[in-house]
């Protein structure tokens, strides 16, 4: 392969890449973030949409539950 065509493909390569970074983007930026959620003992946090998490701290004996409705499963 010549240096040329070498030099297209990593090119076309990268582009890709880019196109579908930016495509994923709005999604991930759209979800909501809740920085610091400590749940304590005996709490319930009911989680209703995707949400992104940077610190998260279960005690010990807590409950767990998903949201009821149609479009849960």
Not at 30 to 46: I, R, S
């Amino acid at each position: 392969m010549s240096r040329r065509n070498r030099f297209i493909t990593i090119l076309a390569a990268m582009a890709v890449a880019v196109g579908l970074l930016v495509s994923l983007a709005p999604a991930v930026l759209a979800m909501p973030t809740v920085f610091v959620k400590n749940v304590a003992a005996g709490e319930t946090w009911v989680v209703a949409e995707t949400t992104r998490v940077n610190s998260l701290t279960i005690a010990a004996g807590p409950r767990s539950r998903r949201p009821t409705g149609p479009s849960w499963r």
